[in-house]
């Protein structure tokens, strides 16, 4: 790890976009080559008199100018030049087969859908539209698009939306953005889970919001904890994911749901409902459908049929329609229309629909290897999830446990990833099933993880 410390001397503006920019020039100037590891978050800060959040907007910053970027249990690194781009270079997540089992992120299994992809768009060149979609698109997206995507949300996530409540995005994340930039400013409180999606604090930290988080239990957010933050806090929003609750997985019960929408209407908060991962489950009611005039909903084709589509939509109520609107113009003017197009063609076609009860299988058969070897105390959530919560019994502690699966060939995601704040943070591990190319490599690195849970010595490593 470097030892490199800023020189922010006769610079203006805020703090974290003066470290951002000295960082630049660092790496311009040749002073923090490639590779370079950078302090963490608790050491520059120590070194710079300044607080670990104004760190980690500054790296936030810098990896959004592609300067830098992080790897789970390894640190932050400068980023290299990018080579050119090549059939190789479209395979960067297909690790070699010696590597690790990598289990960091939540997504769904591709297969056929290499095939799907390149049979739609022959079909879309021969049909003659191909045109319109390389010109620019209605801000909101196409009128055909907003149309399939509402059957679709109606379908597989049972959300009350017609063509003229959705809004087509590029991915779920994208979504995120244009509904919180739309109804929350800089300085305002954003209410999240306690432990959320990580997407969501790297958003607060660009939009410049102040994120809040509400403690949770196995039932998700706590209706109690929500009603004494909003009366303490006055918060602009809240965003939450009711349904496989990202790292957790747990399902909130519909009573708890109409809870949460009785304080959120109490207090006059908005709520942004994520709810990617709700075709998994087929027999809850989205917040949404409880309460559609307050809420924003976001949905995508990431997790049910193809990642790399990056189509997403935001459900709205009529009032804030427009307001989106606006901000996707702001923000992107509209997304790409071809990847709507396709994922419109597997909508009407039943694509769509036979790769999102492919995932629910694989979902299932993979929870059920893994609920099979690890030890059931420590597996947490429901077990329609790509992903799992995993607590860790004593000794263990999560950096030490998390160093200890990469050093046994394994690669898993902290509690630390997803907290709020600093205080409360489990000694637990997200898993992102799905994410191992087979059942067999999903079992392989479950039994590694066991094993390793099993064995105090290495819990007993860093103690000196």
Same mark, same amino acid.
């Given at each position: ?18 470290? &951002? ?73 297909? =690790? ?51 149309? &399939? ?54 958003? &607060? ?146 694509? &769509? ?102 064995? =105090? ?8």
């Amino acid at each position: 790890m470097t030892s490199w410390t800023p020189d922010l001397s006769g610079r203006a503006g805020p703090r974290y976009r003066a470290i &951002a920019d000295a960082l630049a020039e660092d790496v311009a100037g040749g002073r923090l080559p490639p590779g370079t590891r950078l302090p963490t978050h608790r050491d520059l800060a120590y070194r710079l008199g300044v607080t670990v959040g104004t760190i980690t907007r500054s790296y936030a910053e810098a990896e959004r100018r592609g300067l830098i970027g992080g790897e789970v249990g390894r640190g932050t690194f400068v980023q290299g030049q990018q080579p050119p781009l090549s059939h190789d270079s479209l395979a960067w997540h297909r =690790p070699p087969e010696t590597s690790a089992i990598n289990m960091t992120v939540v997504t769904p299994i591709q297969n056929g859908a290499e095939q799907a992809i390149a049979q739609t768009l022959m079909a879309i060149a021969a049909s003659g539209s191909a045109e319109q979609l390389v010109n620019y698109a209605p801000h909101a997206g196409l009128p055909a698009h907003r149309a &399939a995507a509402a059957q679709w949300l109606t379908r597989q996530h049972r959300v009350a939306a017609g063509p003229e409540s959705v809004l087509v995005t590029s991915g779920a994340q994208n979504a995120m953005a244009v509904a919180v930039a739309s109804i929350a400013q800089a300085g305002d409180v954003v209410l999240t889970e306690r432990l959320t999606n990580y997407g969501m604090r790297g958003l &607060a930290a660009t939009l410049q919001l102040h994120l809040e988080g509400v403690p949770l239990d196995e039932h998700g957010m706590i209706p109690d904890a929500l009603d004494a933050a909003c009366r303490r806090l006055a918060p602009k929003a809240l965003y939450i994911v009711p349904t496989l609750q990202n790292p957790t997985a747990s399902v909130m019960p519909e009573a708890r749901r109409a809870e949460i929408v009785a304080i959120c209407r109490r207090h006059g908060v908005l709520i942004v409902e994520d709810d990617v991962f709700g075709f998994l489950v087929r027999d809850v009611t989205p917040i949404q459908a409880m309460a559609p005039d307050i809420t924003l909903y976001i949905g995508s084709l990431s997790k049910s049929v193809a990642a790399g589509l990056r189509v997403g939509y935001v459900v709205a109520p009529p009032a804030l329609v427009r307001p989106i609107e606006a901000t996707i113009r702001a923000l992107q003017y509209s997304s790409p229309p071809l990847p709507a197009e396709v994922a419109t063609r597997w909508i009407l076609d039943g694509y &769509a629909d036979r790769m999102a009860e492919l995932q629910r299988t694989e979902a299932a058969a993979r929870q059920a290897i893994a609920r099979a070897v690890l030890p059931p105390s420590a597996v947490c959530g429901h077990p329609a999830g790509l992903h799992l919560w995993l607590t860790l019994p004593e000794p263990w502690r999560r950096d030490e446990f998390v160093a200890e699966a990469r050093r046994r060939g394994v690669v898993v995601t902290s509690a630390d990833t997803f907290a709020v704040g600093r205080s409360n943070v489990p000694h637990a591990v997200r898993l992102g099933l799905c994410m191992p190319r087979t059942r067999e490599e999903t079992a392989q690195g479950v039994r590694i993880l066991t094993d390793a849970l099993a064995s =105090p010595a290495g819990a007993a490593l860093s103690i000196v």
